[in-house]
């Protein structure tokens, strides 16, 4: 298939400068350029020759050839070298002129047979071949790369890819921009999240030791979904070998703050070492198994059950409220692989491969977390400006206890039914359990109390994906054309089964002479449960067509279609414990209840025999809008064209096309038309595997998003060498709302944060791209490159605060926002400087970003009758760090590299952790800085060690809160311990107080595995 040239003028008219033709005196020559017809590079060793005159030339190490002494005349031209499909091209000379014919040569066919086989993109220098050769900007890490880590989690592992930031630990920022402007895909699918707040899937759900690679696009191509401005992360796991492996693993950890020390736990049942129970942290059988709403009432200011659910259910509900005391013991973990490729006969084979991996660590920290409020208070309403001074709400120390179990595995299979035609099934499940006990104490200012409690809390999440794939080479009249298809489903977890708190009070002017007080109500005592289920199905395809553009340059075509339907569900239940609201608290006997005076334990104040009607009671505190259903329909179809528009410049651009529908609906358990729930079938939807969505025709959801958009793209790269690429491209993408943002309902934010409420009016937000960058690729492991980037976004979706004596915060549509930045990234060996540094290599990668969101001025939120009151009309984006730099050196004790000793250093500058609101300003988390060193041994063939010391330096975390009223300072110090001794790099202060801060101890883990192939 072959496209005319003025086909296409239009593209390009602006390019002509590159095609002038060059006018020389006397005997006529023919020059050009052999390229590669698949990857346009420039082929060394082709002879060019015109037979019948018998004049012939080479090409160069350019590619370039040429012929001189050609009389006037017409001539065939063979473009010949071993191995390629020859060439023949026609030219006339005249007038002595210089006349250049390029050609590409493509390779010989043999009897028309397709080998396909796997790009494996697990090294460095495969991962950066990829890199070289993509359509979009991307930077990734290998499997190699992050055997050379100690990093446990793809979250551990993106933060060192460049312009990649992580926060909470969980939420990946790319290029400053919030989990809002990425996407995440495992095996090109997208995924569900466990989170009831959040769109984008947490990254320590991925165990590292199971992922092949991780590559981060940061640039639009119509294949790829256009709800992203940051990037898109693409996550592959692992793939089958060539040839049987067995490979096993153990692994131990010693932590400086936690190891051997004491350490405060719970019995929560027997199989919590392996994540995939509740144990004996269940609802009481009776409460579940009843329908809500013919059994709830809604009564003195309370929600809950009625009196006769109260009186049997209250001696139903766990009694163990206290944590016990252990020594923590060493963390540790095993992995185990194992995989093969079979010959099934003909051109039929069979690869395998499973593996799974197995972490079980503890973590101790100390710290103080304090809440500010604004001073000025006018009926229960705060009020204030940017200098409004600040009362602490409470200020409290804490003791966190966390035992964590991370466990995943995979089971690929791929299947080859004949040349050209293969088709996957990859499987892949994770979890990532915390069991957390958190004893805090100090005072709370807004009740004028000094407190202690306990905190009992389990967390489950899961993730399961399930993708059935398929690549054929396909033949349409003597073109290989390639079709792909994909159909998967995942599904994500998230349980908080039974999270208990227990709080004793005493007002403060009394702390230390009068006793403190077990608190009951919905300030004290109390059960929380919470679920999420999010679902995810996906379908589509990708049809390339090939063609030679007008050169023979060989070019792509590119359709395809995507069909994405997610479906959410949520549900919380509050339960609290309350004496009596008249007379003393009896016991079933009829006697008198113990007094709820510390030192006397929970466990024997609501004993099951001091509860019941006339005792201690538990009831229910849900509110009508803890539970919520959501669904999502996304469709989506593209064109793309990659196309050499000259034997240097290339072209990826086109089009993509996305029809999208949102939907959210409450479910009030306390209305009292029972058959919108038999209909709704929530708990099913729960506890079951068909899920019901939220219909509209039935009962009107409480906002729906609806809109069709059509995103272009264009992508340049020009080829200065083999080697060097100029990079420029412009797309327009959009950020939806998620689920939550967008419903016009009140919520209590289960990962902290207090109150939130919906907005239903939100829209989305409308971002064009901009990118630029120069990349060189000296050797295959070696990269240097720098880019700069900007974003222009119209209406951001931000978090502010309202006016309310809740301090709640809402989401609203700012005016405007723009970020801009610079990327640098080097990875070489230092034997550049002298040969004596050959084993030495280094690698550095940094970003320096400015952003900036603008809201509506101060008389749109006086006049308009909006409660939101940002502090700012103006502020960097919430979680966006001005700078980032990851930096590695690494020597090879041998020539191999199977002797390796690494050192890695990462620091990220200050960012927004909280946006304030009337008044109140917002938290910053200060520059952290991680030092880490990783030693690599392999030996006798089939033995590996890994020694790795994670955060040498324990850099303090801080969260500070700027408060102009204060003598005191906050300093913001980018350094490193070295001993006792702080050694700082870059500072600054301002007048403020810290409001969070803690450490969490040098970490040394020790590895080995045993490979067996």
């Not at 609201?581 to 006397?600: D, I, K, R």
Request: glycine letters at 8%.
């Amino acid at each position: 298939m072959k496209i005319h040239k003025k086909s296409l003028i239009g593209i390009i008219l602006s390019l002509s400068i590159f095609s002038f033709p060059i006018f020389a005196q006397g005997a006529g020559k023919v020059q050009g350029q052999a390229l590669d017809a698949q990857t346009a590079e420039p082929m060394f060793g082709v002879t060019a020759v015109i037979r019948s005159i018998n004049k012939f030339g080479r090409t160069d190490v350019d590619g370039n050839y040429e012929i001189s002494g050609v009389p006037d005349g017409s001539y065939t031209v063979e473009f010949i070298m071993q191995g390629m499909e020859t060439q023949k091209k026609s030219v006339t000379v005249s007038g002595g002129k210089l006349v250049r014919v390029n050609v590409a040569m493509g390779v010989k066919k043999l009897e028309e047979v397709v080998v396909e086989d796997r790009a494996l993109n697990d090294t460095e220098a495969s991962l950066l071949k990829f890199q070289k050769k993509a359509a979009a900007v991307s930077d990734g890490i290998s499997a190699q790369a992050i055997q050379k880590t100690p990093d446990s989690s793809a979250g551990d592992v993106i933060r060192r890819v460049t312009g990649i930031t992580l926060v909470g630990g969980r939420f990946v920022f790319v290029r400053g921009l919030g989990e809002r402007y990425s996407n995440t895909l495992l095996n090109n699918s997208p995924l569900p999240s466990t989170e009831p707040n959040k769109r984008i899937v947490p990254l320590d759900l991925f165990p590292a030791s199971l992922i092949k690679n991780i590559v981060v696009s940061k640039t639009f191509i119509p294949e790829d979904q256009a709800e992203f401005s940051g990037g898109t992360v693409k996550i592959e796991t692992k793939d089958y070998p060539d040839q049987f492996f067995v490979k096993v693993g153990v692994q131990t950890g010693y932590n400086n703050n936690t190891t051997f020390q004491n350490f405060k736990t719970y019995s929560g049942g027997g199989q919590d070492w392996l994540g995939l129970s509740e144990g004996n942290r269940s609802k009481p059988d009776i409460v579940s198994s009843i329908p809500d709403a013919p059994f709830k009432q809604v009564g003195s200011g309370q929600y809950g059950y009625n009196k006769a659910m109260i009186d049997i259910g209250s001696l139903q509900f766990s009694n163990q409220w206290t944590p016990t005391q252990m020594n923590a013991p060493l963390n540790k973990g095993f992995n185990f692989s194992i995989g093969n490729k079979f010959d099934l006969g003909g051109d039929r084979k069979l690869g395998v491969i499973f593996a799974i991996t197995y972490n079980n660590d503890f973590q101790y920290r100390r710290e103080t977390d304090v809440l500010n409020r604004a001073g000025a208070v006018i009926a229960g309403i705060p009020v204030g400006d940017k200098n409004t001074k600040l009362n602490p709400a409470y200020r409290y120390n804490q003791n966190i206890y966390n035992e964590s179990v991370n466990w995943g595995t995979i089971f690929n299979t791929t299947y080859q039914v004949a040349n050209g035609h293969r088709v996957h099934f990859k499987n892949f499940f994770s979890v990532n359990n915390d069991k957390e006990v958190m004893v805090y104490s100090g005072d709370n200012y807004s009740s004028g109390q000094t407190i202690g409690s306990a905190k009992l809390n389990y967390i489950m999440r899961n993730l399961y994906s399930s993708q059935f794939s398929g690549d054929h080479i396909i033949n349409v009249g003597g073109v290989k054309t390639k079709f792909e298809w994909r159909a998967a489903q995942s599904e994500a977890n998230r349980n908080q089964p039974d999270m208990r708190d227990t709080i004793y009070a005493v007002q403060s002017e009394f702390a230390g002479i009068a006793p403190a007080i077990l608190q009951g109500g919905t300030l004290g005592s109390s059960q929380f449960y919470s679920k999420t289920k999010d679902l995810s199905r996906h379908g589509g395809f990708d049809y390339e067509i090939p063609f030679n553009q007008w050169d023979g340059l060989q070019s792509k075509l590119k359709i395809g279609y995507s069909a994405v339907q997610r479906e959410r569900g949520f549900e919380a239940q509050r339960y609290f414990f309350r004496a009596p609201t008249s007379g003393t608290a009896t016991n079933l006997a009829g006697g008198a209840a113990p007094s709820p005076y510390y030192p006397l334990p929970p466990e024997v104040v609501y004993n099951p025999f001091n509860r019941g009607p006339k005792g201690y009671f538990v009831d229910e505190a849900t509110q009508p809008t803890d539970q919520y259903n959501a669904k999502q329909k996304l469709f989506a179809r593209y064109l793309q064209v990659d196309m050499p528009l000259t034997p240097k410049l290339r072209f990826i651009g086109g089009a993509r096309y996305e029809d999208n529908y949102q939907a959210v609906s409450t479910i009030n358990p306390f209305d009292p038309n029972a058959a919108f729930f038999d209909r709704f079938n929530y708990k099913s939807y729960l506890s079951g595997y068909e899920l019901s969505i939220v219909d509209p025709t039935f009962r009107s959801p409480a906002a729906i998003n609806a809109n069709k958009n059509l995103l272009p793209s264009s992508n340049f790269v020009y080829a200065l060498d083999d080697k060097t690429n100029l990079r420029v491209s412009y797309t327009e993408t959009i950020s939806r709302p998620d689920f939550r943002e967008m419903a016009p309902f009140q919520f209590f934010n289960v990962l902290g944060g207090g109150i939130e409420k919906g907005n239903q009016y939100l829209t989305k937000t409308y971002i064009h791209n901009y990118d630029f960058r120069y990349e060189k690729f000296p050797n295959a492991d070696e990269i240097i490159a720098i880019g700069v980037f900007g974003k222009q976004m119209a209406s951001p979706i931000e978090k502010v605060m309202e006016v309310d004596s809740q301090f709640r915060y809402t989401y609203t549509n700012a005016k405007s926002a723009y970020v801009h930045g610079i990327e640098l990234e080097v990875r070489k060996s230092l034997s550049l400087l002298t040969p004596k540094l050959e084993r030495w290599a280094f690698g550095i990668n940094t970003f320096f970003i400015k952003s900036e969101v603008q809201f509506q001025d101060w008389a749109y939120y006086q006049l308009s009758g909006t409660t939101q009151r940002p502090t700012n009309l103006s502020r960097p984006l919430q979680g966006q760090s001005p700078y980032v730099y990851n930096v590695n050196l690494r020597y090879r004790f041998d020539e191999q590299g199977d002797h390796t000793l690494t050192m890695l250093y990462n620091e990220f500058g200050p960012r927004i952790s909280a946006v304030g609101g009337i008044g109140i300003p917002d938290t910053y988390e200060r520059p952290v800085g991680m030092l880490d060193f990783v030693y690599n041994l392999k030996f006798l063939e089939k033995w590996d060690i890994k020694i790795a010391a994670r955060n040498v330096t324990d850099s303090r975390i801080k969260i500070v809160q700027e408060n102009p009223i204060l003598d005191s300072s906050v300093h913001y110090n980018s350094g490193f311990n070295l001993g006792n001794t702080y050694i700082p790099v870059l500072s600054h202060s301002y007048k403020g107080e810290t409001i969070n801060s803690y450490r969490l101890g040098p970490t040394i883990t020790f590895s080995i595995s045993y490979n067996l192939n």
